[in-house]
């Protein structure tokens, strides 16, 4: 029999496209917006990511940043490749902030820039 005064302690559940794994919450991004210059000779010269898409999310690169220091992380799982988590990047970029990348490893398929654009 439980003490009248004891206290059950209930964890709500994630958020919205959140995944409670381990006790940390994790995020699948599946698309990306990209924005860039273009040189008509040679292609793409610049590119970088505006906008990560998930299940039922949209972040800026920065508010992806900024959870990720807040103890959220992100992956790639395109189902071709291993899981691909991302990292943040410390160095400044021209514009002055930071980004995101996945880790390196053996594979291109699971890196951000391959996934599809949205």
């Known amino acids: 029999m439980r003490h009248p005064l004891s206290i059950m302690t209930i964890t709500p559940p994630p958020p919205d496209g959140a995944e409670l794994i381990s006790a940390t919450l994790e995020r699948r991004v599946t698309h990306v917006r990209v924005e860039g210059s273009y040189n008509a000779f040679i292609g793409p010269t610049f590119e970088h990511i505006t906008l990560l898409n998930g299940p039922s999310w949209t972040k800026t690169r920065q508010e992806v940043v900024d959870e990720m220091e807040g103890g959220w992380r992100y992956y790639v ?18 514009l002055g902030s930071r980004y995101v990348r996945t880790a390196p490893d053996c594979t291109a398929a699971n890196n951000l820039l391959a996934l599809p654009r949205f």
Do not use: E
Request: proline share 11%; charged share 10%; hydrophobic share 45%.
């Open 77 to 94: 799982d395109n189902g071709l490749a291993p899981r691909a988590y991302l990292q943040v990047v410390s160095p400044m970029t021209l």
